[in-house]
């Protein structure tokens, strides 16, 4: 079954900053890629999708890219904000069907 | 607000009882799916839901049940509650005619078991 491995320790970064998140997978190479945005005792909010033939994506001041032959995915905030704090979850598509499989996030703390 | 509602919530029950959760998907989505999540196992999914029809299993217990009614909301039955079972539990639905599986999620429901 696929695996993904997240950033266990919170990253804490100042204002103003670039905030990079990475995302590894094992096993099978998924077609696409979700980023989702959790805050806390809230349900994740969808950010930003990924295809398998993508190598970037941006939208507003998030960028993210992909890179399957590394297996990997990095989620990047530019000019963040302390509004910016929170859990940021990737997820990719099971091998069969149409389930998700989520990391278990990365908490970002923003100072100012 | 993602559009997504569910109901209640926060419950408090104790060891051996029954709760339902409730969910109604974004309007025009027809799949729902359920997810758990607690501090040292993250979000996994649980059941999913495709107008009315069971689709897909993940690591759901014999104890839990859910079913899709024709209005297309959702309801996530938990018996024989153990402590363990004390999480936040979230229902999705998924963008209708998405190839990507986007996936917009409710507010949650959080359960205590005493």
């Known amino acids: 079954s696929q695996k993904i491995e997240q950033n266990s320790e919170a990253l804490n970064i100042q204002e103003g900053k670039t905030a990079t998140l990475t995302c590894n997978y094992t096993n099978y190479s998924p077609a696409y890629l979700q980023w989702y945005r959790q805050d806390p005792g809230r349900g994740p909010v969808f950010l930003l999708l990924?295809?398998?033939?993508?190598k970037e994506k941006r939208k507003e001041r998030l960028k993210v890219t992909f890179d399957t032959t590394l297996k990997q995915s990095l989620f990047h905030i530019t000019a963040s904000q302390p509004a910016d704090s929170a859990t940021y979850l990737c997820?990719?598509?099971?091998?069969?069907?149409?389930?998700?499989?989520f990391g278990a996030g990365t908490i970002l703390r923003v100072k100012s | 607000d993602s559009g997504v509602t569910q109901t209640p919530k926060h419950l408090i029950t104790a060891t051996g009882q029954r709760v339902t959760l409730r969910c109604s998907p974004r309007?025009?989505?027809?799949?729902v799916y359920w997810y758990q999540q607690s501090l040292d196992q993250g979000l996994q999914f649980l059941i999913q839901y495709y107008n009315g029809e069971e689709r897909a299993k993940g690591n759901i217990l014999e104890r839990f049940s859910a079913q899709q009614f024709p209005d297309l909301h959702s309801e996530l039955n938990l018996s024989s509650l153990e402590l363990g079972d004390s999480a936040l539990y979230f229902c999705a639905s998924r963008a209708a005619g998405s190839s990507y599986n986007e996936q917009f999620f409710g507010p949650g429901t959080r359960l205590t078991v005493l």
């Open positions: 990924i295809r398998e033939n993508e």
């Open positions: 997820a990719l598509p099971m091998e069969y069907g149409n389930k998700l499989v």
């Open positions: 309007s025009g989505d027809l799949s």
